[in-house]
């Protein structure tokens, strides 16, 4: 919770944090969260682990998990 002077304020703040975010990923977590209501949890851990995978194979992953490798910020380009 906010207090109510702050709301606006952190709320521009999370949306501009999620757009700088790894876009594909987000949309990814997005997509899974739609549909996973109606899979069994059988069905849904499987689509989790498709998800996961193609999500580390963008360059987006790989500049983040060089920049935790490192110990800094990754920039997310989109890719």
Request: some cysteine; charged content about 20%.
């Amino acid at each position: 919770l906010a207090p109510a002077d702050t709301v606006l304020a952190q709320a521009q703040q999370l949306a501009t944090d999620l757009a700088g975010g790894p876009t594909f990923a987000n949309a990814m977590t997005k997509r899974m969260l739609d549909m996973e209501w109606a899979m069994s949890v059988e069905t849904a851990i499987e689509a989790e682990a498709v998800a996961q995978a193609l999500c580390m194979e963008t360059e987006d992953f790989a500049r983040a998990f060089r920049a935790f490798a490192a110990k800094q910020k990754p920039v997310f380009e989109g890719n």
